[in-house]
């Protein structure tokens, strides 16, 4: 299975989730904390299903959302018909956005999919399409250390707070055994992550939370020099 199948087989369960609000805008809120200033354009690349991508919106001037798969773009546009600030590309698209126009590129739980050649590709990606001084976010890093047990447990922790334990069981059940059987997760150290994205043209550092429910995760900040 390829890195992109797997990808849209993983997004579009998660996608059908019985998680409450308070998941998605937690992530959400993360995300918009790290948008460098209200006019700024953002480009959320492989998005997934993006429920709480108007919380972002109301923190810059444009979202631009990126999802693989063309049914999810569908969904998006349909979710976000009305709000003029959140705009659905599809690959064509996102690749033909010119260069140097972004203020924040944004990897979320992407680079697990991905190949070493693949991350590079991204990151090079962001470097063309981003300012000279845009910010680019690559959050969920796992790290080597990371297992299945201890992903579970960091979800099982986070909704007993958040109070929705019975649905984050259910999801964990139904998706990650299966997936993870069928497809080995890319993991990054610290340095290899710091020197991938400083060897093409990016200050960077570990930011002090990761994007999301699981702290083993990281999240790492560069800027494009």
Known sequence: MSWRNFFIVDRTSRASDRYPAIYYEDIAKAIAAQIPAPGAVVLDYACGAAPAASLIAEHCATVYLYDPTPKMQTILRQRYAANPKIKILNEAQVRALPDETLDMVLFNGLFQYLTLAQCTEAV????????LGGRLVVADVIPP??????????????AYRGGFLLAALRGALSRSRPLRRRIALTTFTIPDMQRLLATHGFETRRADRNIGHNQMHMTFLAKRV
Do not use: G
């Not at 090079?124 to 300012?131: E, M, V």
């Not at 250390?145 to 986070?158: C, G, K, N, Q, R």
């Open 145 to 158: 250390h990371a297992d299945p047990l201890s992903d579970s447990w960091a979800l099982v922790e986070y």
């Open 124 to 131: 090079d990606f962001a470097a063309a399409k981003l300012r």
